[in-house]
């Protein structure tokens, strides 16, 4: 819980430091996510070997959903930039909400629709 929780700080904080001109730290802000990133990986891999589950056979389906979940958490990070930092209001919350929807596309993807 506690790699998981450093691994998410570091790569919010490398989001914001690329994201945000004023700061000046693009590249270490690159540095700080992909490590956030890596964290993130070595997280899942203790997680299931603590729980005494199989690793992971990485196929399609894993592939299409990580990819799925980091477009819809980089788009409701534009839209809360957008926002925020670049006082254009009604585009941030209209990119945000687009994250939003990718990120609840997510449900069905990860579980599949049962009847």
């Known amino acids: 819980m ?7 700080v570091l790569f919010s904080l490398g989001m914001c ?4 001109p004023d700061w000046y730290a693009f590249m270490p802000g690159v540095i700080f ?8 990986l070595v997280t899942v891999v203790v997680w299931r070997k603590l729980e005494h589950k199989r ?11 990580a990819i799925v979940g980091v477009a819809g958490a980089l788009a ?3 839209g809360m930039c957008f ?11 209209g990119v945000g909400l687009i994250g ?8 069905p ?7």
Do not use: E, Q
């Open 2 to 8: 506690v790699l998981g929780t450093i691994s998410i």
């Open 17 to 20: 430091m690329v994201l945000i």
């Open 33 to 40: 996510g992909c490590t956030g990133l890596l964290l993130g």
């Open 55 to 65: 690793p992971l056979h990485i196929d399609g389906k894993i592939i299409l959903t």
């Open 76 to 78: 409701l990070g534009v």
């Open 83 to 93: 926002s925020i930092i670049w006082d254009k209001m009604v585009m941030g919350i």
């Open 100 to 107: 939003i929807v990718v990120l609840l596309c997510l449900i």
């Open 109 to 115: 993807l990860a579980k599949g629709i049962r009847d």
